[in-house]
């Protein structure tokens, strides 16, 4: 397993075809943006190697028997299944954004079974393929920014109905040795953090879009990769002097446009190749899983809710009825979240590959919570916190030799607390509702792993209806012939 300094210096050795604000990022390690979202990943590296996390954050290979950080492995029980729930929840907490490592192990793990699927059908070989990748990324303790969702031009037409053939991901050449793709992935979370890039279709595919029914892996400096870095609310605050005004002052989530301009791509890192039939299949699980792994975001509420009783104390308004209350909601809340993170990962099942899976209707159930509680969660904090959160001046003018003083008597409390913890705190708060962290803690629990509406698809094709209906009609006597 590599440490929080070796994943750093491995992303030094990385050739990155990156650009930001119209201009390409020479040193992207160093980058006041970027680095942010590379110590983020990096958390996932450094409590994998502190002994308190040991049980947590590392697993036993099944492929090599090597002791693995938990990112690359494929789950092999219930037991790895909860522990990834808590897993999402521990690092979300420590870092209060999001980690960009958990695309990755969810990719690997849909991949998992879906090629071996493949192969029972087919008589293929993409799971012997994928098993030596998977010992390769094992062995390195790699980052994987599973890529999923293509820009998709007009959602009324087909891939091969586009106008442009490029809105998804296609193969434009087959050759002897691989193939040649072109194409985009939009809102790749963690990708210019990541030594590899693992690609799968983004919808069910038929035979008329079979050109489309890929997935395939890529070192991510592979030539003909580019990356678009994702403006965020107050992101160019991190260019600024001082670190009051970022709120959270180690850790950022970070989302690329990721461009495959005629990518070549060897068979061996090939693992699907127009199985259309599967592609359904591929999207399913890993969204299942995905869904699974926002936990993360019980994480996030776990400091949200720790912010906002702090603010509460240091306003001197923490023993008022109200205020307690919303807090009992805000962890209410939170805690109902881990629940369906927990339950959808207990009532977890083996598939013929070997690998454990999450109950899917859980795993959309608990999503379907992420789209709307941290929204509560959020809404509550800054009716705790007050306006001053986004009226405060700036961090400059707290130093000023001229109005510093003005600013520490206007802004103080309670007279105990200094006003700088005060201004530190509404900033994080303010961060994690409506700046960068906002990214992680509200729009991507919208939309991250698949907006709504698509849990509410996947919701109601695993209930079972006619089952609930019959218990009532028993009930109540009706009896059809
Ligand atoms: Fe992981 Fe959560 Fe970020 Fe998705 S949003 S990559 S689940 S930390
Ligand atoms: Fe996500």
Redesign the pocket.
Known sequence: MMTAEEYEESLRRLNLNVYMFGERVENVVDNPIIRPSMKAVAATYELANRPEHEDIMTATSHVTGKKINRFTHIHQSIDDLVKKSKM?RL??AYTG???????GM?TLNALSMTTYDIDAKYGTDYNKRFIEYLKYVQEKDLVCCGAMTDPKGDRSLRPHQQKDPDLYVRVVEERADGIVVRGAKVHQ??AVNSHEIIVMPTITMREEDKDYAISFALPSDAKGITYVIGRQSCDTRKLEQGDIDRGNIYFG?LEALVIFDDVFVPWERVFMYKEYDFSGQLVEQFASY?RQ?????VGLGDVLIGAAQTIAEYNGVDRASHIKDKIIEMNHLNETLYCGAIACASEGHREPSGTYYVNTLLANVHKQNVTRFPFEIARLAQDIAGGLMVTLPSERDFRSSDIGKWMDKYYKGRSDIPTEYRIRMLRLIENMTLGTAAV?YLT??MH??GSPQAQRIMISRQVNLKQKQRLAKKLCGIVEE
Do not use: I, N, P, W
Request: net charge neutral; glycine share 24%; with cysteine.
């Open positions: 999402g690092l979300g954004c999001c980690f960009q490592r958990c695309v969810d979370t963690g989530g995905h792994s926002y936990s993360c975001k992680g991507e629990s991250g792993a």
